[in-house]
């Protein structure tokens, strides 16, 4: 067998490894705020806000002007292009904004979920064309890692096999690029919560999809020590009447991830999925409290369960921008506790903090 061309220098290697480490350093997660115009459209009607680009611009400053209690619970931010270019209502660089705060940039790089043919509805995620030099001008201005996203659906058929390896091809070749440049990839294999399956079902179901990705990995020659990987939590579907412990829910999650995910991983950053906020937090609480052995840092990279408390504490208002901010400091405080396994202020998941799901997500 041919030796991997072009391989990446020791220098590379090292780079990206520390770069991976610097955004899950211990008590460290991610915000995701990189939603594309059409999902800000989503968030914001819930709250009665018009989709403009000033109030997007709006939002994401609430988000960004948290004070210092957030450096040491967020390692790095996800950014939408727009976003990447905007300022704050005193001009300065949104960019520049968060990396005096020693936190990390990240953008998203891929161009949106599209149908797959051959399939019964499921997708694959396109944008590899023009990637090279997207990460070549982002590196340039400020980022340091980058995240696509791909979209699994499970059904009594789905996913099928042609959509978990063209998903997985896709997510390897994207992750190959994003190295050549010096970007650390986020690999985000999301397979839906939509439906009445049980947990043993989403974790059988993610433990095949995980697979395959990492086979995709060594086949495109990706290393894997300067990535993280974003995957959901294995939850039962959302439609499922059986209801589960967070232990049995970090049990089914961790024994997946050790199935599948080579200890030379860096971080697995969990996405919320449209989970209450509180519940995405006793659950990562809960996966890194699992007493199984872990060789990987288990974090965050939420969007929603970082966001939601602020959105709704915000809805437009000029005068509430403040207690806006602090809110999301809270959700990112408390995320920083249970990616240490020790959070213990599960309190709220019922009925005052509503799951934050919308049927078949985009993003
Ligand atoms: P949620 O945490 O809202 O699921 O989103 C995270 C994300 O970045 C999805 O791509």
Redesign the pocket.
């Known amino acids: 067998m041919s030796q991997q061309f072009p391989a990446l220098s020791e220098t590379q290697k090292r780079d990206l490894h520390e770069t991976a480490l610097r955004i899950v350093s211990p008590g460290r997660g991610i915000l ?1 705020a ?2 594309s115009v059409g999902s800000m459209a989503k968030r914001l009607a819930q709250v009665g806000v018009e989709n403009s680009e000033e109030n997007r611009r709006q939002f994401r400053q609430i988000l960004f002007s948290a004070d210092d209690r957030i450096n040491s619970c967020i390692g790095g931010v ?1 950014f939408f292009h727009e976003t990447l270019y905007q300022h704050t209502d005193h001009g300065v660089p949104f960019v520049k904004m968060i990396r005096d705060k020693g936190i990390l940039v990240g953008v ?1 790089v891929d161009k949106g979920v599209v149908p797959l043919p051959g399939t019964c509805g499921e997708s694959t995620t396109q944008g590899l064309d023009g990637l090279s030099e997207r990460c070549v001008q982002y590196r340039k201005d400020g980022a340091s890692f980058a ?1 696509w ?1 791909c979209v699994l659906r499970i059904s009594d058929t789905n996913p099928s096999k042609l959509a978990i390896n063209e998903n997985a091809n896709v997510l390897a070749r994207y992750c190959s690029i994003c190295q050549q440049h010096g970007i650390v990839p986020i690999i ?1 294999p ?1 397979i839906l919560p939509d439906g009445d399956h049980d947990l043993r079902r989403c974790q059988y179901i993610t433990e095949k999809v995980l697979a395959a990705v990492y086979k995709a990995m060594s086949d495109h020659h990706v290393y894997l020590e300067g990535t993280l990987l ?1 995957p959901n939590m294995v939850t039962p579907g959302h439609s499922c009447s059986t209801k589960y412990s967070p232990e049995e829910v970090a049990m089914a999650t961790v024994t997946a991830l050790r199935r599948t995910v080579p200890p030379a991983v860096t971080g697995v950053t ?6 209450s906020e509180e519940e ?1 937090t006793v659950h990562l609480n809960a996966i890194n409290n699992c007493p199984l052995s872990k060789p990987w840092i288990l974090s ?8 939601a408390s602020a959105l709704r504490a915000w809805r437009g208002h000029k005068e509430n921008e403040k207690s806006a901010t602090e809110q999301f400091i809270k959700r990112a405080e408390v995320n920083s506790l249970a990616c240490q396994g020790k959070y213990s202020g599960a309190d709220n998941c019922g009925e005052t903090n509503p799951r ?1 799901y919308g049927s078949y ?1 985009t ?1």
């Open positions: 995701a990189d939603e996800i998203k995240k996203r985000e999301e974003k969990f996405l919320s999925g449209g989970q995405a965050f990279s939420f969007g929603r369960a970082l966001q934050i997500h993003y």
